[in-house]
């Protein structure tokens, strides 16, 4: 049987998505947030490892802590989704385990960013 | 035009175990290995803070398991993949706008970002300990 359909036909849909500037710049902008957030979170990190609560709470909860926190948490999960989704693309290549990863990665990305900020907002709001 | 149903036996092109290690692809493979345990950490670091909003109770439960010597591990590790993380970015940046891609400055920068974020996160975790924390 003879295949009437133009080689053009056939590629079309199977290239580019036409995303790939916006993935490159995302990226890039969440990386330059990032450097001075994670700055902080590793200072942070390391004054308050072994403090009790009182002590955790008042600062978490302090409004320059809880806007960097915020910050931090918006930036590095968009950060981290375009991360793994470039890691799963590299790697994962069947088509329905792609995809479901590719779900499973911003699910993740969206639950930890919510719980997160949540934590954030009962702290700002005096625990 | 040929329409073979299943593509042609091609080569393909040697994979990692082929290649002599060298700092700069160790350096490479460490920048996506930090970038996928930082995303995994991010659960660590929500469960933190939702224990910090939880109350002193929970909170201190987790604060039990950070105290431990794994736990201070992590911590340690944690914050130096964040930092090497962002020091493998700072390297990006610099080749995003076309330079440093001779030999020398790769090797150089490979160099300097695994000493930067060791002796950073050494340098923030002795500026804590010395400020009480732990």
């Not at chain 2, 460490?30 to 909003?53: D, E, K, P, Q, V």
Request: net charge positive; no cysteine.
């Amino acid at each position: 049987m003879a295949d009437m359909r133009t080689p053009l036909n056939k590629v079309r849909g199977l290239g580019s998505a036409r995303e790939g500037v916006d993935h490159f710049w995302r990226q890039r902008v969440t990386a330059l947030a990032n450097i001075p957030l994670t700055l902080f979170l590793a200072v942070t990190i390391a004054l308050l490892a072994g403090k009790d609560h009182a002590a955790v709470a008042a600062y978490l909860g302090s409004p320059l802590a809880a806007i960097a926190f915020a910050a931090l948490i918006l930036s590095a999960t968009i950060h981290m989704r375009l991360g793994m989704q470039t890691i799963i693309e590299d790697y994962v290549h069947g088509e329905a385990a792609k995809i479901i990863s590719l779900i499973a990665n911003t699910f993740f990305a969206i639950f930890v960013g919510l719980a997160s900020l949540l934590a954030i907002v009962k702290l700002s709001l005096g625990g | 035009m040929a329409h073979s149903k299943s593509p042609a036996a091609r080569p393909l092109s040697p994979h990692l175990q082929i290649y002599q290690p060298m700092l700069t692809m160790m350096l490479s493979i460490m920048h996506r290995l930090t970038g996928a345990a930082l995303y995994f950490g991010s659960l660590l670091l929500a469960w933190w803070l939702i224990a910090a909003a939880s109350g002193p109770e929970y909170f201190a439960l987790v604060n039990g398991y950070a105290g431990t010597l794994i736990g201070k591990l992590v911590l340690f590790g944690y914050t130096w993949a964040l930092i090497h993380h962002m020091f493998g970015g700072f390297r990006h940046f610099l080749w995003d706008t076309g330079r440093g891609f001779d030999l020398s400055m790769v090797e150089l920068m490979a160099r300097a970002s695994l000493i930067g974020s060791l002796g950073l996160t050494v340098a923030i975790w002795a500026i804590a300990l010395t400020a009480g924390a732990l």
